[in-house]
């Protein structure tokens, strides 16, 4: 058996996972990626190919993070039968839509995250940088990858728009249907390279996924020319497989993006102000009419962007309402659990 699991390793099993598992598992057990979540159904792909497996129950009593998600590696029995699940090297999340709390679990073990967007009114600097932090939350290095860059007059503008955001912000101009994608995104499709395409509806991910595969496995549809926003052609989340062994991960297009309670990612894509701030008079300066404020001095200096601040307030003051929002429903849970303790106490006259 351990000679199947690390054929494995050209596809994606790479020695942080091949350490978790022991030398008895490797005599006695398989592995099998996740290429699909259809309820309390997945999809895994193994040495013999793809098949069918129902979760079982008590799987199905955990948290929805310790619960296999599109990308995780599987160890199996000797039936098939799910194990454990092997470590994650990364995870990408978000807050669900609306007012919700819940987090929307997206994708597992992904290497590089193509936020996609183009050069139309698609285009906007915040909702990047929004995109950015949320990779950077899930240990996932971005890419920005600037589509229908054939239809603008000036694309290296974008580029250059995207790039001065962060000095390690790299953005790629390109047409989505250029028999060329495989060769322009080939750095990051190396053989056992995990890659998740991200972004709106209409922005063109379907068509190069298409276009790496060189098979039609998503369908797509043109945006609407009156505002240039997309349709949904992407329901579900897919993963899929490249002749020389990268996987490529699809997921639905995303009108709002709620980040998680994790700082990491808003501390470094918006590094630049973190290190202004920590030149500010007063701790926990707001940056906002604060005398003494190195941040506001840098923006009248001219070295830092209005609309980059604004947008780091916005982003922060949504992080804050979360951990506030998550406090009172602990809050609320620890007193109903009392509550049915003492109903517990007075009626058995023990817990």
Request: charged share 25%; hydrophobic share 35%.
């Amino acid at each position: 058996m351990s000679n199947g699991i690390f054929s494995y390793s050209n596809v994606g099993l790479r020695p942080f996972f091949q350490q978790q598992i022991t030398i008895e598992e490797l005599d006695n057990c398989s592995v099998a990626r996740v290429t699909g979540c259809q309820g309390e159904w997945l999809t895994l792909q193994n040495e013999e190919g793809s098949k069918q497996l129902k979760l079982p129950g008590k799987w199905r009593l955990l948290s929805h993070e310790e619960q296999p998600m599109i990308g995780d590696w599987l160890l199996l029995d000797s039936k098939l039968q799910p194990i454990r699940l092997l470590q994650r090297i990364s995870s990408l999340s978000r807050r669900s839509s609306g007012h919700g709390q819940q987090t929307q679990y997206i994708a597992a073990n992904i290497d590089t995250l193509f936020i996609v967007t183009s050069c139309n009114r698609d285009f906007k600097l915040s909702r990047i940088e929004r995109y950015l932090a949320l990779a950077h939350e899930g240990n996932s290095q971005p890419v920005i990858l600037l589509t229908k860059a054939d239809l603008v007059d000036d694309p290296e503008f974008y580029r250059r728009e995207v790039e001065a955001l962060n000095g390690n912000t790299l953005a790629v101009t390109m047409d989505a249907r250029s028999s060329e994608i495989s060769q322009i995104l080939k750095p990051w499709t190396a053989p056992g390279e995990t890659v998740a395409f991200l972004g709106s509806s209409g922005v063109g991910k379907s068509t190069l996924i298409n276009s790496l595969l060189g098979e039609v496995v998503n369908r797509t549809q043109a945006a609407r020319a009156q505002d240039s926003r997309g349709r949904h052609t992407t329901v579900s989340r897919h993963m899929f497989q490249m002749d020389d062994g990268a996987w490529l991960i699809d997921t639905p297009g995303m009108r709002e993006l709620r980040l998680g309670e994790n700082r990491e990612g808003l501390q470094k894509v918006f590094s630049d102000i973190e290190q202004f701030a920590s030149r500010c008079k007063y701790r926990g300066c707001s940056h906002e009419g604060v005398m003494g404020c190195a941040v506001l001095a840098a923006i009248q200096n001219g070295d830092l962007d209005k609309r980059h601040l604004k947008n780091y307030l916005k982003l922060q003051r949504e992080q804050e309402y979360l951990k506030e929002s998550q406090w009172q429903q602990r809050d609320r849970d620890r007193r109903f659990s009392r509550m049915v303790n003492q109903v517990k106490k007075n009626k058995y006259g023990h817990r």
